[in-house]
């Protein structure tokens, strides 16, 4: 059974919330996302929240980590230089914006158990992006001009209904084409991210606030604002332990936890 939608999760589920939260937020920290892709299968899963409930949860939750993560790069990624690239996040932002805003207005429409195929798929293809996608340095864009342009709206509108479609930053997906279709250095490409995801998860944001799921934020304020505070504090864990955990090691394990949460995700159906 998932969570009748007139409950509230349970005090006493608190403390998991925030442990949750953080092991989860560690796990972000260490390629520099927020872990929502992480967090999503929780919720839905040990949480048993409803599959719309747990988008619109994680989404409030990735909406704080981003702001937060944004505030904690400045001091390495300076405001003035994430400003001066602003042709790259007004091109990605002229998709993602109208990506998030459709890929909301689908999920709100869809019913559960083709919601939860739908989210078990981008969990996979999250997993082979992670493989795959964040091996890349920084070098020459892969295209300049027009088709480049053209080729950052196209990304931008496919990553915007990811984004909206599993609560996420986008992060998972926006650094690779940030690195790969701009050849912007990585640190850089992660606060172009957030730059990026921030608006376009708000957008999304509005458009679920039409739907009644939207109630779950104010049944969990407690449960949202806990979880979110142990992202927090495990995001910036995985920070600090970036420089131990070897990316060979890393990426294959994270990809693997993403596959298992898919086949969880999809037995839901």
């Known amino acids: 059974m998932m969570q009748d939608a007139a409950t509230a999760t ?18 972000g920290g260490l390629i520099g996302l927020g872990g929502a892709e992480f967090r999503l299968p ?8 409803a599959a719309l409930e747990a988008v619109i949860l994680n989404k409030a939750m990735s909406l704080i980590v981003v702001a937060a993560a944004l505030i904690f790069r400045s001091r390495t990624v300076p405001f003035d230089a994430v400003a001066a690239h602003w042709p790259i996040i007004l ?6 914006l109208v990506g ?16 939860y ?10 997993a082979a992006v992670l493989l795959f996608g ?11 001009g027009t088709v480049q342009l053209f080729a950052g709206i196209v990304a931008g509108f496919a990553i915007g ?30 606060s172009l991210s957030l730059a990026v995801s921030l608006p376009t998860m708000l957008v999304g944001f509005t458009r679920y606030s039409r739907d009644q799921s939207f109630a779950v934020l104010g049944r969990n304020r407690t449960f949202l604002l806990v979880m979110a505070l142990g992202s927090i504090c495990g995001t910036f864990v995985g920070g600090l332990l970036l420089g131990i955990v070897p990316a060979f090691v ?4 994270l990809a693997v936890i993403l596959i298992i949460s898919a086949i969880k995700v999809w037995r839901h159906t």
Do not use: C, M, Y
């Not at 091109?91 to 993602?96: H, K």
């Not at 986008?170 to 701009?182: D, S």
């Open 161 to 190: 209904v990811v984004a909206s479609l599993l609560g996420v930053a986008g992060g998972e997906l926006l650094i690779p084409t940030l690195v790969l279709l701009f050849g912007a250095d990585i640190k850089l490409a992660g």
């Open 91 to 96: 091109n990605l932002l002229v998709g993602s």
């Open 42 to 49: 929780l919720l839905i899963g040990p949480f048993r929240f």
């Open 100 to 115: 998030a805003w459709f890929g909301a207005g689908w999920a709100v429409r869809a019913k559960s158990k083709t919601l």
């Open 10 to 27: 349970p005090a006493r589920h608190l403390p998991l919330a925030f442990g949750g939260g953080a092991v989860i937020g560690s796990l």
């Open 250 to 253: 890393l990426l294959p394990a």
């Open 134 to 144: 964040h091996g890349s340095n920084a070098g020459q864009p892969l295209l300049t």
């Open 117 to 126: 195929k739908v989210i078990a798929v981008l969990l996979v293809v999250i």
